[in-house]
């Protein structure tokens, strides 16, 4: 940071816990990142906070109703030994009988740590 000091204006807020609507919560092995606030001012701002678990014609709805039963899930980071970069890809090509389309699918790892 004395470095960058130099050229900018720095002030050491300490350890993150939020930003650009994902929280940081910290443990001894690591730390977890997740949308829950976003989601909940998200739901909030719908005026959909209490919304059950129920079937539902519109895909909004729907979307939400998941969302709200997920936004504690989040994504772990745990030190890594080694920082290697590590990407494994699968594709389906035409495999859906009635449309023909095609799938793939992708993940890249940053040590232990899936980052895309």
């Keep these: 940071m004395k470095t960058l000091d130099v050229q ?20 001894e092995s690591g730390l977890l990142m997740n949308q829950s606030k976003y989601m909940d001012d998200l739901l909030h701002k719908l005026h959909m906070t209490d919304v059950k678990p129920m079937p539902s014609s519109s895909a909004v709805k729907r979307v939400l109703w998941y969302v709200n039963g997920t936004k504690h899930f989040g994504i772990y980071f745990q030190p890594s030994p080694t920082l290697t970069v590590s990407a494994y890809s699968d594709a389906d090509w035409a495999s859906n009988l009635d449309d023909r389309k095609s799938v793939a699918a992708y993940c890249t790892f940053v040590g232990n740590n899936i980052v895309s």
Excluded at 8 to 27: E, M, P, R, S
């Design 8 to 27: 900018f204006a720095l002030k050491d807020l300490g350890k993150l816990h939020y930003i650009l609507g994902i929280q940081v919560y910290y443990t």
